[in-house]
């Protein structure tokens, strides 16, 4: 199969976490001919979610639509897919990796998401998470993202502006080059 024959599918799915969920969502694309090129996955709460990113030729793909309705009756899921394409990643972008941590609060991942795209910064991936401090049980907030920063942008100008933020919200950051 050629490049220009490939075409692509996103399957997000939602449902009760479960020991098995990957090997069976994983063996469904496999059977319908397809390739899984990327995935996220994550329990969150009791809900097992998934992103995969699926590709195959036109066969496959017509396959693939069918195992959202397949996980919906029997492992009780709820799926979207939608046809999309593989899209290369732009090249004038500086790959960063951002982490921001303090207590938490309603707002911090909006407050950092507002600079980041008045800047014209993507954020390419984020995870979030509340932990527990181990003796006071204080809850501690986590943001972990990696970013396409344009090569345009002053970095300093971006540093000083997280600071400042994370300075008034008692956060701590850290901004680095990522690969």
């Avoid at 609060?105 to 401090?133: D, H, K, W």
Wanted: proline share 4%; with cysteine.
């Amino acid at each position: 199969m050629g490049q220009e024959d490939r075409r692509y599918v996103v399957l997000t799915a939602v449902g009760p976490d479960r020991p098995g969920l990957v090997n069976e969502m994983s063996t469904l694309v496999r059977e319908a001919g397809a390739n899984l090129e990327d995935s996220r996955m994550a329990v969150l709460g009791g809900e097992f979610a998934i992103i995969l990113l699926i590709a195959g030729d036109g066969d496959a793909i017509e396959r693939v639509k069918q195992i959202g309705a397949q996980l919906e009756t029997d492992s009780k899921m709820r799926c979207i897919l939608k046809e999309t394409t593989r899209v290369a990643a732009p090249m004038d972008y500086l790959p960063y990796e951002i982490e921001v941590s303090g207590a938490d609060r309603p707002g911090i991942v909006q407050a950092i998401a507002a600079i980041l795209a008045s800047r014209g910064v993507n954020v390419a991936s984020l995870e979030s998470r509340v932990t527990y401090a181990a003796e006071s049980g204080t809850p501690l907030f986590v943001l972990e993202a990696k970013l396409h920063v344009p090569s345009k942008i002053v970095l300093s100008e971006l540093r000083s502006q997280l600071a400042a933020t994370c300075e008034e919200e008692n956060l701590d950051f850290t901004l680095e080059a990522g690969a």
